[in-house]
């Protein structure tokens, strides 16, 4: 890996956040569709499923719950995942040099936080005004601001072990054969929506044990004080840390599998 090039004027994190903004809300954009109809899939599976069957797909349950499982699902799919591979032209010309990778993929992160951050955040807030616990529905909204960063942040590394290249069903299908390549795309495909929600769960978890662990309630039952703030903390400095190593340890693992992953984003034929 080379030295990093010196800046040049415009050359920032900010300007390359505006710039990463501008492509991902571009329409139409494959991973802005993407989000969309993941989106949907949960309004859907939540609102129409039977009660068994939604608590089978989703862990969570709950009024609340229901704007995290949004920010996790939305998060579950390639535009997170295969960071590489949707963008290979731009990550061929990271790969050289590990810093700029790195701040590729954290650029990345950030864009899709500043999506679906917000969007999850306004859905929190509008079902707890509706459910009349506006001081949770508060708390879990600042928790979406910053965990779709630190998840982001570090569900790239499955893209780094088996990278793909976006193609159209109509030319999966045409090129089917061999059917290891094919049966290697439906497994990267659906593999993401086990690992992301995992990945939220454990960014979650320390603090939202935390929360019940301090157990101050209101008095019709829900947490409140320290119980709401905790949690807000824990896992906005959990996320913070994800943010530091996440893309640290993905562009390692690029490193390690070099050259075979630059050669693989450079012939789209292999799908």
């Known amino acids: 890996m080379g030295a990093t090039p010196p800046r040049t004027r415009g050359d920032t994190f900010g300007a390359d956040l505006r710039g990463e903004l501008g492509r991902l809300l571009r329409w139409p954009n494959d991973d802005l569709l993407t989000i969309l109809v993941n989106a949907l899939l949960v309004c859907g599976g939540w609102l129409l499923l039977p009660a068994a069957a939604r608590a089978w797909l989703f862990t969570l349950q709950g009024p609340q719950a229901f704007a995290v ?52 955040a306004v859905v929190c807030v509008a079902i707890a005004v509706y459910d009349g616990n506006a001081a949770a529905g508060l708390a879990v909204a600042l928790v979406l601001l910053v965990l779709p960063l630190g998840v982001a942040a570090i569900a790239p590394w499955l893209g780094a072990v088996w990278p793909y290249h976006p193609r159209r069903l109509a030319w999966r299908w045409a090129h089917r054969r061999p059917w290891r390549r094919t049966l290697r795309w439906a497994v990267i495909v659906v593999t993401p929506y086990a690992v992301v929600p995992v990945i939220a769960l454990t960014l979650l978890a320390p603090g939202v044990l935390a929360g019940v662990a301090i157990g101050e309630r209101a008095a019709n039952g829900y947490l409140r004080g320290w119980s709401l703030a905790v949690p807000v903390v824990v896992t906005c400095l959990l996320a913070g840390a994800a943010v530091a190593a996440g893309p640290l340890a993905t562009a390692r693992l690029v490193a390690r599998r070099e050259p075979g992953v630059s050669d693989y984003l450079r012939d789209p034929e292999r799908g």
């Open 69 to 120: 499982v949004l920010a996790a699902w939305m998060l579950s799919d390639t535009p997170s995942t295969n960071m590489l591979g949707n963008d290979a032209e731009r990550a061929l010309a990271a790969l050289p040099e590990l810093p700029r990778l790195r701040r590729l993929l954290r650029v990345k992160a950030a864009a899709l936080a500043c999506v679906i951050g917000p969007a999850s």
